[in-house]
């Protein structure tokens, strides 16, 4: 696993709405907005609320890949960001995501929780070194 | 190929940032940030300028398939486009891009142009009825 510098995670934390990707297994890209999406403490691990995934959902079923990034206005980076998936719909840490979500708006039906374990980060920044790996 | 809607066009238009997804022939997904996207007066048709291509590039070349969204701030809808890709590094329009991309700034590589055909358009909006096929 790959842990997020400080400088990165100030960014991530700055962000409201994330571009995030997955692949159905044959290679079909889905890219979708979201918004229910938090770093952990551990720096490694994203927690993504699944709301009204539907190809998402089926992709990260089949193929539990995923990629976002991190940018936009006030944001001092831009990050690409990938990782494994695991999709969680009980369980501790199902249930703590459920209730924070709940807490915000009932209308949230909070489906499944999407376990994002960071691989790679890579610059995404014109002029700097695009596609280049940094973690 | 799919026909974007005038108010679909509208959106499109005061986009200034586009998030583009790829994947790996095997299905490793990608997104990056896209200030070069265009569409074409046919409203079936979106040029990508790659300037910066890497991951991108190998996706397409590997697997012509791409998938943006349109929404942001003073964005009325959410759609998700994708469609099919052709890589033109040569030939009437590649020269036509290359040279409205120079006249903007010369530091701009303008490597390819990437153009799009849309085949699907999807909603993405919560509480609408977000991945229903649209167009």
Chains 1, 2 share one sequence.
Do not use: H
């Not at 990707?21 to 890209?29: H, M």
């Not at 494994?84 to 703590?96: A, L, N, P, Q, R």
């Amino acid at each position: 696993m790959v842990k997020l510098t400080e400088e990165m995670k100030n960014d991530f934390a700055k962000m409201k709405i994330f571009p995030f990707a997955t692949a159905s297994k044959s290679g079909e890209p889905n890219v979708i907005p979201i918004g229910m999406c938090k770093l952990q403490e551990d720096g490694e691990t994203i927690w993504i609320t699944d709301n009204y995934f539907l190809k998402t959902r089926k992709n990260l079923d089949e193929n539990p890949r995923g990629a976002l990034y991190v940018w936009g206005p006030d944001i001092e980076g831009c990050y690409q960001i990938k990782g494994d998936i695991e999709i969680k719909t009980e369980g501790e840490d199902y249930e703590k995501m459920y209730k924070e979500v709940k807490a915000k708006s009932d209308k949230f039906p909070a489906k499944a929780l999407v376990v994002m374990k960071i691989t790679e980060v890579y610059e995404c920044k014109a002029f700097a070194e695009p596609g280049k790996r940094l973690l």
